[in-house]
């Protein structure tokens, strides 16, 4: 039983990667066919690894099962369903349909999707050597879950895939933009943040946002999510303080 304990953890990341993987093949099945509904699931699937992947820290620490092991496999597993699952949803629903009209674009496709992949696997290397050594209320660039829900969403809201070079053309940008961000060192908020009244309010006008906008909803959050987040780091630069800035910390 001890040790079948010490297994509950990762069987909650292979979950996760479960997910991931499920995300990807539906990805490259659908490329050719470009039906929406099958994008729409492909992404909600990387929404549902995001929950396994909050779900197995939860249970390592309600059963006391931390490991060096179990931090390896989630680190894995994190490039895999947030860098690797929405990089390809991205290549498939914003540039295949395109590809045969427009092999340039398909091609820049292809690197912003690389781009968005790699700086997703360096945001986490960063992460995994910078533990301690940063103020714990923010991250150092955008999270690579938050990064891979951003992209996500787009697709949720807007799941038929690109028709124009236009449409093309913003998926390109959101990639760079996004993988930028990941390996930025603007401070995005944790929820490690103090919890207050505040942070209810916020919660409930996004669940009543959440029921009006439905599947629209998740692209405007993750607008607002980094507007917001460059606006504090801009108010930050020049002395506001109305927000606790990031504390700065000194190796010995």
């Known amino acids: 039983m001890q040790r079948a304990k010490f297994a509950l953890p990762s069987i909650v990341t292979l979950m996760s990667i479960a997910c991931g993987f499920g995300s990807i093949v539906i990805s490259v ?14 992404a909600m699937l990387l929404v549902l690894a995001g929950v396994f992947d909050a779900l197995d820290g939860f249970v390592a620490r309600a059963t006391n099962t931390q490991s060096d092991f179990g931090m390896q496999l989630d680190s894995i597993a994190d490039v895999m369903n947030f860098g690797c699952a929405p990089g390809l949803l ?14 340039t674009l398909l091609r820049l496709g292809g690197m912003a999707s690389f781009f968005f992949v790699a700086c997703g696997a360096l945001r986490l290397a960063r992460f995994n050597v910078n533990v301690g050594r ?3 209320r923010y991250f150092v ?8 829900a951003c992209v ?11 028709a124009t070079v236009s449409q093309g053309s913003l998926v390109v940008l959101l990639l760079f933009v ?5 390996v930025s060192t603007v401070r995005f908020p944790s929820s490690k943040q103090n919890k207050s009244w505040g942070a209810l309010v916020a919660l409930l006008i996004n669940l009543g946002l959440l029921v009006w906008l439905r599947q629209a909803y998740f692209a405007l959050f993750f607008l607002v999510y980094i507007v917001g987040t460059l606006a504090l780091n801009a108010a930050w630069r ?6 606790a800035p990031p504390l700065v910390y000194h190796d010995d």
């Not at 991205?90 to 092999?103: E, I, M, R």
């Not at 660039?141 to 891979?148: C, D, L, R, V």
């Open 90 to 103: 991205l290549y498939c629903w914003g540039f295949h349909q395109l590809g045969a009209d427009y092999p």
């Open 29 to 42: 099945d659908n490329a050719a066919d470009g039906l929406a509904a099958d994008y729409r699931l492909s």
């Open 141 to 148: 660039g955008m999270p690579i879950t938050a990064g891979a």
């Open 178 to 182: 996004v993988g930028t961000l990941m």
């Open 238 to 243: 020049t002395g506001w303080t109305g927000v």
């Open 152 to 162: 996500a969403s787009v697709v949720v809201a807007w799941p038929d895939p690109a």
């Open 134 to 136: 940063t103020d714990p």
